[in-house]
Every structure is written in C-alpha cells, then in structure tokens.
Nanobody
C-alpha cells in the first residue's frame, strides 16, 4: 500500500555533505516507522538509520553515528537522511524502507514491508 521513491543521490567529494529524500505515497505515512539501508558492491545490505512514527526515536549504525541524521516530515510524507563528513566507504546504493507493524525504529531489514528503488551515492576519494 506504500510506494517509496528515493532521491538526492549523486557524486560528492570526501568530507562533503548530501541529503537524501524518500517520498511515500500513502495517506497514513505517520503510522510507519521508516528506515534507511545501503548496499555497496560485493557486500550485503546494511542498516544505516531508522526513525519512529512520530520522529521522537532514532537509531543509527555505528559506522554513521554522529555523521548522519535521519528525520521525517509527516505532513509531506517524506523521510530524509542528512549525510555529513562523507567517506569513500559510504559509497553505496541507499534504500528507503517502511515498517507498517512497529512504531519504534528497527535495525533488522526483515521487519520492513515496503522498499524504494534505491539511489546511488558515490563519494570520491
């Protein structure tokens, strides 16, 4: 029941910043906990960040904590990922996901019900 479309990916130099957006089609966006995942070539899908329905709780992977910020605007049906101090290791396809069963953020990819098509983030070194 939810269509997710990521945008904002691109090429950025190491140390730079980038903001990803994920627009959702559902009319009840606020009922979904949202997450960001990424997958680099030759690696498995990796948790990045997640946010609760209200936005009051967040979770981050250790590799991005302190550099990335997840936020949401329920009035716009959009979740964001602000990425700062980007490293070459952050290069990956970033995916947005929605969880219609839980209110709190989850690190487990298996709990998410809907996924976007992904947006490429490339950090040059």
């Amino acid at each position: 029941q939810v269509l997710l479309v990521e945008s904002g990916g691109g090429l950025v130099q190491a140390g730079g910043s980038l903001r990803l957006s994920c627009a959702a089609s559902g009319r009840t966006f606020s009922m979904y906990a949202m997450g960001w995942f990424r997958q680099a070539p030759g690696t498995e899908r990796e948790f990045v960040a997640a946010i609760s329905r209200s936005g009051g709780m967040t979770q981050y992977a250790d590799s991005v904590k302190g550099r990335f910020t997840i936020s949401r605007d329920n009035a716009k049906n959009t979740v964001y990922l602000e990425m700062n101090s980007l490293k070459h290791e952050d290069t990956a396809v970033y995916y947005c996901a929605a969880d219609n069963d839980r209110a709190i953020p989850e690190k487990r990819s298996g709990v998410y019900d809907y996924w976007g098509q992904g947006t490429q983030v490339t950090v040059s070194s």
